[in-house]
């Protein structure tokens, strides 16, 4: 499962996690849940204990973390954020209003990113994108897909960012989901103009709670970008934590190895049970069905969230 694709007003969307508040409305302990609602790796990178100076000390840009994001993601064309929900809130803020095709369902954030900055927002299915890329100024696309799972071609995505760019366009694509396929990602091409990667530490790492993302994109946008987010926008431990996960290249190995078998035993054990996954990754599977409410709440009174 992951988080919902719920959109609505000015109210804050409802997504995944909420632990506390689902132990309180089933009266079971948090300790005592599986939470399943975020697509976070449950056995996220083990965080050491930090210097002192991580608590005590402004963040310095010289720290080492451009220089390990780079290598990690195989481009230095990148600025850090404090998760890339920052960037997914600003960055519609650096345009002047434009027509928007966004993938749907996906994350809902971007949808409400974009309208609420007065651009025209077009949600389009993914077998509709490539009509849409004609029509539009701006593309977003969640890749892999939450909470589809679909993906294009890296191909594709090439193209469609060729065709936006000639006439000023963006193609936004959220890997938030890539970790497990770094092979498939289009962070090595960063730095071309109309060409917005954003990463993140919170789902394959299991790092949510730290909130480090990046965005990788060409100079002039992570110059508006940084000025618009201001200073010191990651914090100290922050960066420490996302400096060595990001370096600790055996963890890694071992975790999409990991995953490789773990994704695909909870899809078959869906199946096996009546809800056959239409899609997902190796850290959620998409089950759409009629009976959703009904099985969150059965799943629920067991403690699975």
């Not at 997504?15 to 506390?20: D, T």
């Not at 345009?95 to 928007?100: D, E, F, G, L, W």
């Not at 909130?211 to 060409?218: I, P, Q, S, T």
Request: hydrophobic share 45%; charged share 20%; net charge negative.
């Amino acid at each position: 499962m992951s988080e919902n694709d719920i959109h609505g007003g000015g109210q804050a969307l409802a997504h995944g996690g909420r632990l506390q508040e689902a132990a309180r409305r089933y009266g079971i302990p948090a300790d005592e849940w599986l939470d399943l609602s975020t697509g976070i790796n449950p056995v996220g990178w083990p965080v050491p204990p930090l210097p002192p100076e991580c608590w005590q000390r402004l963040p310095e840009a010289d720290d080492g973390l451009d220089e390990a994001a780079a290598a990690y993601y195989g481009t230095d064309q990148l600025l850090a954020v404090a998760g890339s929900q920052a960037a997914i809130q600003a960055l519609p803020r650096l345009r002047p209003p434009s027509t928007v095709a966004i993938l749907s369902p996906a994350y809902a954030e971007h949808r409400r990113a974009w309208e609420g900055a007065g651009h025209a927002v077009r949600p389009v299915a993914a077998e509709a994108v490539a009509e849409a890329v004609p029509e539009v100024d701006v593309l977003v696309l969640v890749h892999p897909n939450n909470p589809t799972g679909a993906t294009f071609p890296r191909e594709r995505l090439r193209q469609w960012h060729g065709e936006l760019a000639a006439r000023g366009g963006w193609l936004v694509v959220d890997e938030a989901f890539m970790d497990a396929t770094p092979e498939a990602s289009l962070a090595p091409e960063a730095g071309r103009e109309g060409l917005v990667v954003l990463r993140s530490l919170g789902k394959f790492f299991g790092l949510a709670g730290v909130r480090v993302g990046f965005v990788l994109a060409w100079p002039a946008l992570r110059t508006a970008l940084e000025a618009a987010l201001g200073p010191w926008a990651v914090s100290h431990p922050a960066r420490e934590v996302a400096r060595r996960a990001l370096a600790d290249r055996p963890w890694q190995e071992r975790t999409r190895a990991r995953l490789a078998g773990e994704g695909p035993r909870l899809r078959d054990l869906l199946a096996g049970h009546g809800l056959p996954p239409a899609g997902g990754t190796t850290l959620f599977q998409w089950v759409p069905t009629h009976r959703a409410e009904a099985v969150h709440g059965a799943l629920a009174q067991q403690g699975i969230l």
